[in-house]
Nanobody, 129 residues
Framework: QVQLVESGGGLVQAGGSLRLSCAASGRTFSTYTMGWFRQAPGKEREFVAAISWRGGSTYYADSVKGRFTISRDNAKKTVYLQMNSLKPEDTAVYYC??????????????????????WGQGTQVTVSS
């Protein structure tokens, strides 16, 4: 079983920055593809970013490319999402997710919520204009 706990959300003005963290349990964290998703009120959960199990490959939604950076520290069993140049449209609950399947990143699977087996409880990010 894997447990994920997000932290680092909050209220920030447009143009500001936040760093989200996701602490994971489980001995095989280092083999998981990890992702961040977000869900705004009345909208579906959407892909934000993902990182391969070694951290050598990262993937981003077009809406955050160049502003957000995903990274991981396998020794600390933690994945991060550095968010810069935040916009009001980035306001959402942000979720960390883990895909334990062998084989690593799959572009079709890992850009969708169904591609992940484990989820955190979410952390609220609010960007004021």
């Amino acid at each position: 079983q894997v447990q994920l706990v997000e932290s680092g959300g909050g209220l920030v003005q447009a143009g500001g920055s936040l760093r989200l963290s996701c602490a994971a349990s489980g001995r095989t964290f280092s083999t998981y593809t990890m992702g961040w998703f977000r869900q705004a009120p009345g909208k579906e959960r959407e892909f934000v970013a993902a990182i391969s199990w070694r951290g050598g490959s990262t993937y981003y939604a077009d809406s955050v490319k160049g502003r957000f950076t995903i990274s991981r520290d396998n020794a600390k069993k933690t994945v991060y999402l550095q968010m810069n140049s935040l916009k009001p449209e980035d306001t959402a609950v942000y979720y960390c997710a883990a895909d334990p399947r062998l084989g690593g990143w799959d572009g079709a699977r890992n850009r969708a919520p169904d591609g992940y087996d484990y989820w955190g409880q979410g952390t609220q990010v609010t960007v004021s204009s």
